[in-house]
């Protein structure tokens, strides 16, 4: 039977591997158009939201990694670290909700101004680029695709990072009941 920290271990991995295909999908895709006789090249730098949405994804992908290697190391110092371990408990689960809710709005900030670059604003005098750039487009919708994959992870990881904490409680504890 597959415990907790396995199935921590295999979205934090799971994780790792979509934010890092986001930010290579996001980050790698250009496309040149000629447009009036002057050679155009569409990237990720052409909106600030996928700019941030790169930088983001690329620390969260750290993050992961980051706390991968911290659970090696407490698994091999378990025994040690019981006095610390409701501290670390909610350091972990903090800094969990905090990179689920940045890359949740990164990635909903990107699509936004990915549905903007699909429709345009007239009002604002903005074009459409999607019917320009056709194959830069597609790519990006999978690479959005691939973000908000790895935000679902991270709200699933903050579930096990809450569990892990809060079990860590008694009721009887807190409310002074004794068994009778």
Request: glycine share 6%; charged share 15%; with cysteine.
């Amino acid at each position: 039977m597959v415990g907790i920290a396995q199935v921590n271990v295999y979205l934090r991995v799971s994780a790792v591997l979509s934010f890092v295909l986001t930010v290579c999908l996001v980050g790698l895709d250009t496309q040149t158009k000629i447009v009036f006789f002057i050679a155009r090249k569409a990237t990720y730098r052409d909106l600030e939201a996928l700019r941030i949405l790169v930088y983001v994804d690329s620390a969260a992908a750290g993050y992961n990694l980051l706390q991968l290697c911290k659970g090696l190391i407490s698994a091999r110092f378990e025994g040690n670290l019981k006095g610390a371990y409701i501290c670390i408990s909610w350091i972990g689960f903090l800094l969990d909700q905090f990179a689920a809710y940045i890359t949740f709005a990164a990635n909903s900030a990107a699509i936004e101004a990915a549905v903007l670059a699909i429709t345009g604003a007239e009002e604002f005098q903005w074009m459409k680029l999607c019917n320009r750039y056709t194959r830069f487009c597609f790519q990006m919708g999978g690479a959005l695709l691939c973000g908000y994959v790895a935000s679902i992870l991270m709200v699933l990881i903050s579930f096990i990072s809450a569990y892990n904490l809060f079990r860590n409680y008694s009721p009887n504890r807190f409310l002074h009941l004794k068994k009778t």
